[in-house]
């Protein structure tokens, strides 16, 4: 007995494309949430002086809790900017792919300040 080409495998599993407020809460995730933590991490362990960004850096020095504070408010206005935007963002073609490539750009940065603070921290 032949099976129908649409039968699918017993251990297959199907994707689905994410939806836009999914995007939206991996990008505020992401970018909010892990860049934050994985900052001060590499912070702690690195010093501040290894950070790029020179308002960032600042706040380090002077008070590490106002990087969460910044990060925290910039990232829930541009998560709430989106998701009034809705209509508009997803009349860009490409606009899932642009979402994504934003998400996984804020992933490499939380990767890239974790690696700094777990090699500073070996060190």
Aim: aromatic share 8%.
């Amino acid at each position: 007995m032949s099976r129908p080409d649409h039968a699918s495998h017993p251990l297959s599993v199907r994707l689905r494309k994410p939806g836009y407020v999914e995007l939206v809460f991996s990008l505020v995730l992401v970018w909010g949430f892990g860049d934050a933590l994985s900052t001060l991490f590499a912070a702690r362990f690195a010093g501040p002086g290894l950070e790029a960004n020179p308002w960032i850096r600042t706040l380090l020095i002077h008070e590490p809790l106002l990087v969460i504070a910044l990060k925290m408010a910039v990232v829930l206005y541009v998560g709430v900017v989106l998701l009034e935007c809705r209509d508009l963002v997803e009349r860009v073609p490409l606009w899932r792919a642009w979402l994504l490539s934003i998400v996984a750009l804020g992933a490499a940065v939380v990767v890239g300040n974790t690696y700094v603070g777990l090699a500073a921290a070996a060190a």
